[in-house]
């Protein structure tokens, strides 16, 4: 079942002293301006986090507060990631101003989708100038997420309009859908810090899945798998953290040194680095020029900014106001999954001039003036088809559902209902561990099974059956797609299996020339001895042939079950095995127990032959050993019957 948990995360956003740390302050009453810098400048420098408790939350709401000066934008686009509403703040005695503007397209970009508008500072002006800001914004806004917003005039020195504001906190809190907490965790960090006694922590929102203490995590782009020790949520110690949660994450088997903003964690294998991304772009109409051909620009990513060149796949430039398709050739990698959000800075002067979302996370490299027709396509695909493409990209490896669920970017409920309708109409197939696998992958599969039993039965033509580890050559990530090859192969009757064995169904064993002799003499003596075998090299004598051949004609028998192996390179006839079993038993029944000597006399063979014997009829559930003496368990069981 898919459970949906409400975690609400505001995130303020405007110009430069508009006072959104000091609402921030007067809403929670606590100062998110932790750094002594900050404090010294009276201006907010990077990120700050207060709670607010809200009504028909069971927890309270996390507010990020972020930087409004033009030069710690970048901090400000990291700490917009995985709000679910903002709280655009404009000062009444400035009105809008570049950040606010700038602030406001980062919040588009991310596609928030509700917030207020708190209109600060209502104290320094006249009924007249507040109205002249509360135009400026919704001038700003039409057209917009904000269009409707309540604009809650407030003061941070007075206190007038806290209250109201609260109401539109716990009204947005109300209507802002639940997340769910399935799928694939991911977690971009935006603080790293030491603590005395447990080490290194990290912080941010977790914008998909849930983690428990213990488990293992990815970190990326690094690719070291780390332990959690503990987790926090509100500063308070919990053993889960869920989607839309700020959280802290204690992780000791890593430096403080070695993470920094921009890392991400997620489910170990979930999620790997590219150094290419298709996607859609917008560039804002405000932007101050347009973007040409292999534009060098800053991509930010969650917490992460990459430097990367746009090449645009629908004719040369783009032009402010437009969207276009674009491979983006990164600088340094980047874990990104298809339908995740980005936000553009221009590399000189820093300026926000866009946005986009992944469509392909890990592309192939295409052609500035070629690629598109194929983009396209993919980017209009329906969701299953999409998913087959990449199936049959993924061949016998297949991929996990939590890799599926990136790369389409659905929800889990939606990814899940459409695999199971393609299961349905045979275009997928699901294996174990939740993996999936198109079914041309399989039939591939197939074929390379049939093919390669037929090779094994023509160069070993004697053999009934051929052993599974010399038919399914494959490495451990493609076994499942064999097994469940194997298994379809079975079901239609195209092969044949015996427990580690198997065959194709039309195959029977060729009998011909010296091999049907050899075969007679060979059964012949091994009959005739009894329990004492003959060696290989005895055999190979009797029946005219080098040990090879030799070798290569009981292995055959064995297959048919015309020879059993007693122990290694010891070769009985099933009916001297039976022959000496029923003796066993009758003597077992006259006398009670039987020591090895008695079984040398009852027998005639060397401890040689006895002791596998011996063991043999224990693992069949016909005798037990009890100190140097064998027994007859108490219900004798039948060759061939199953022993718990």
Request: glycine fraction near 8%; proline fraction near 5%; aromatic fraction near 4%.
């Amino acid at each position: 079942m898919i459970s949906f948990e409400r975690h609400i995360i505001f995130g303020t956003a405007g110009h430069v002293d508009h006072g959104k740390s000091s609402l921030v302050f007067a809403l929670t009453g606590t100062d998110p301006d932790r750094l002594a810098e900050e404090k010294a400048r009276e201006m907010t420098i990077d990120l700050g986090f207060a709670f607010l408790a809200l009504p028909n939350l069971k927890e309270p709401a996390a507010i990020v507060d972020v930087p409004g000066h033009e030069m710690f934008v970048r901090n400000m686009v990291a700490g917009a990631t995985g709000i679910d509403a903002a709280i655009f703040v404009v000062a009444a005695d400035e009105g809008v101003m570049p950040q606010s503007i700038e602030h406001f397209d980062v919040l588009r970009f991310l596609k928030v989708s509700t917030g207020v508008v708190a209109l600060t500072k209502i104290d320094k002006v006249s009924p007249e100038q507040a109205g002249e800001a509360i135009a400026e914004v919704r001038d700003l806004t039409k057209g917009t997420f904000l269009q409707e917003a309540p604009i809650v005039p407030v003061s941070s020195v007075t206190g007038e309009g806290l209250d109201q504001l609260r109401a539109e906190l716990a009204r947005i809190a109300q209507s802002v859908e639940a997340r769910s907490s399935e799928g694939i965790f991911r977690l971009p960090i935006d603080r790293v810090f030491t603590l005395k006694g447990a080490g290194t922590v990290v912080t941010g929102t977790v914008i998909s899945g849930s983690l428990q203490m213990g488990e293992m995590v990815a970190l990326l782009p690094q690719g070291k798998n780390l332990r959690v020790r503990n987790l926090q949520v509100h500063n308070q110690s919990v053993r889960q953290i869920f989607a839309g949660q700020r959280a802290a994450i204690n992780l000791p088997d890593v430096a403080k040194e070695d993470l920094s903003r921009g890392d991400a964690l997620v489910t170990p294998g979930a999620l790997a680095t590219s150094l290419m991304a298709d996607a859609r772009i917008v560039l804002s109409s405000s932007a101050p020029r347009p973007i040409e051909q292999r534009r060098r620009v800053r991509v930010h990513h969650g917490t992460r900014e990459v430097m990367a060149r746009v090449v645009l796949l629908e004719g040369d430039i783009l032009r402010p106001g437009e969207s276009a398709l674009v491979q983006l050739r990164l600088e340094s990698p980047l874990a990104a999954a298809a339908g995740d959000l980005f936000v553009i800075r221009s590399y000189s002067p820093m300026l926000v001039i866009g946005g986009g979302s992944i469509i392909d996370p890990h592309p192939p490299k295409r052609r500035a003036s070629a690629g598109a027709v194929e983009l396209v396509e993919r980017e209009t695909l329906p969701t299953a088809e999409l998913l087959l493409e990449a199936l049959d990209r993924s061949g016998a490896r297949g991929m996990e559902f939590g890799q599926l669920r990136l790369l389409c970017g659905l929800v889990e409920a939606d990814l899940r209902s459409t695999l199971q309708e393609m299961e349905q109409e045979g275009r997928v197939g699901a294996g174990r561990r939740d993996f999936w696998f198109s079914a041309s992958a399989i039939k591939e599969v197939e074929s390379t099974l049939i093919a390669r039993l037929a090779k094994l039965h023509s160069e070993e033509p004697l053999r009934t059956y051929m052993p599974l580890n010399q038919v399914i050559l494959a490495s451990a990530e493609e076994r499942e797609a064999f097994r469940l090859a194997l298994e379809s192969l079975a079901k239609r009757g195209v092969v044949v299996t015996a427990g580690e064995r198997l065959r194709l169904s039309n195959h029977t064993p060729a009998w011909t020339g010296q091999y049907t002799a050899a075969k007679e003499k060979i059964l012949k003596g091994c009959l005739g001895a009894g329990l004492s075998a003959p060696s290989v090299q005895e055999l190979g004598v009797i029946a005219g042939l080098n040990e090879k051949d030799c070798q290569r004609v009981l292995d055959a028998l064995v297959d048919a079950g015309e020879l059993r192996v007693l122990a290694e390179g010891i070769y009985v006839h099933p009916q001297a095995m039976e022959r000496s079993r029923a003796a066993v038993v009758e003597f077992l029944k006259k006398h009670g127990q039987m020591n090895i000597g008695q079984a040398r006399d009852l027998l005639g063979a060397s401890r040689k032959y006895l002791l596998p014997f011996l063991e043999e009829l224990d693992r069949e559930g016909l005798t037990v050993r009890q100190g140097d003496y064998r027994i007859l368990r108490q219900n004798p069981v039948r060759p061939g019957d199953n022993v718990n």
